[in-house]
């Protein structure tokens, strides 16, 4: 809880120092980054299932779009009414995450190139070409072309400050920030073999030590958002959560085919019949959310009744 504590504070001064969305975007990648970086050493050392990266995949998105959204919503809209944000920001997201999540997760099941959920190397090499151009563009128009679509639209100058924060230097608290999340992260790995034990012992289905893994490891993010929310800043809540998806599968995606094709080991990316129900379920909700300027605390209940589906879904084995 410290770590998460910390990681929160260093990416609260990282963006006072260098505004929306420079802020949240270091906190993002740097989760998604590391996170990404232990799937490739696993799938390297021979120990990874062939649907690790598709249930990692597929549980940030439902804990970020349905848990974390739906919480942000809830909590903010309870405290402040309706809450604004940039339209244009949050569509641009959703944009880039729908067809990224479609073409990764849904595709490979439908198409009969391949047996089970697996590409075939045309589809593999397609997704990889696809993920990086797409996730590309889409960081040019965040940082370069148009980062103005991801800041507060009713944030006066000077409102951007975060009291109670000491701030620093960029490279402490880049330092700090990395610090900070390289603990939460590992120990996440390392809990997971012993989430993995006790799930077996008592006949719970594995899928539930993804899902714990998954949430450790997003819990800075989780906590900054709710804050931002609570803060009323909706618009940095939304490129937090938006962004982690985003990045989580624009990074995931070439990472894991590239390491497979390198490596020999089998990959499944295609989710099973229910969970793509619920995954463009999640989308739709998602497109509906944010498809007008303002949010209230019912969108948020509507998603988190989606993420407490995805967890009933988790312990139904039939």
């Known amino acids: 809880m410290w770590c998460a504590f910390s990681v929160v504070r260093h990416a609260e001064c990282l963006a006072t120092i260098l505004g929306e969305p420079f802020g949240t975007l270091i906190l993002t990648l740097a989760v998604v980054g590391i996170e990404v970086a232990l799937i490739v050493a696993i799938m390297i050392s021979g120990q990874a299932a062939p649907t690790m990266a598709r249930d990692t995949m597929?549980?940030?998105?439902?804990?970020?779009?349905?848990g974390l959204i739906g919480l942000c919503l809830l909590a903010g809209g309870l405290r402040h009414g309706n809450q604004t944000y940039n339209l244009q920001g949050a569509n641009a997201f959703l944009s880039v995450l729908v067809p990224l999540a479609i073409f990764a997760l849904v595709l490979p099941r439908v198409t009969h190139s391949a047996p089970g959920?697996?590409?075939?190397?045309?589809?593999?090499?397609?997704?990889?070409?696809?993920s990086i151009l797409l996730y590309g563009v889409f960081l040019a128009m965040q940082t370069v072309?148009?980062?103005?679509?991801?800041?507060?639209p009713d944030a006066?100058?000077?409102?951007d400050g975060h009291h109670g924060v000491v701030v620093r230097s960029i490279p402490f608290h880049v330092a700090g920030l990395f610090g900070a999340l390289i603990p939460i992260i590992l120990l996440s790995k390392k809990l997971a073999l012993y989430v993995?034990?006790?799930?077996?012992?008592?006949?719970?289905p594995l899928a539930l030590s993804g899902f714990?893994?998954?949430?450790?490891?997003?819990?800075p993010?989780?906590?900054?958002?709710?804050?931002?929310a609570l803060e009323n800043k909706l618009q940095r809540a939304v490129n937090i959560c938006l962004g982690a998806a985003v990045s989580t599968i624009g990074l995931t995606v070439p990472a894991v085919l590239v390491v497979s094709w390198v490596?020999?080991?089998?990959?499944?990316?295609?989710?099973?019949?229910?969970?793509?129900?619920l995954l463009v379920l999640t989308l739709f909700v998602s497109l509906l959310t944010f498809s007008t300027r303002t949010t209230s605390y019912l969108q948020g209940a509507v998603h988190l009744a989606l993420f407490a589906a995805y967890v009933m879904m988790i312990f139904d084995l039939s």
């Open 58 to 66: 597929f549980s940030v998105i439902m804990i970020v779009l349905n």
């Open 117 to 130: 959920g697996e590409l075939s190397p045309l589809q593999a090499g397609f997704e990889v070409i696809m």
């Open 145 to 152: 072309t148009h980062s103005d679509i991801f800041r507060q």
């Open 156 to 159: 006066v100058d000077g409102e």
């Open 196 to 204: 993995e034990f006790g799930i077996s012992g008592i006949g719970a």
């Open 212 to 219: 714990i893994v998954a949430a450790l490891v997003l819990m």
């Open 221 to 228: 993010e989780g906590m900054s958002g709710l804050q931002s």
């Open 263 to 277: 490596t020999g080991h089998t990959l499944e990316l295609g989710l099973e019949y229910a969970d793509i129900i």
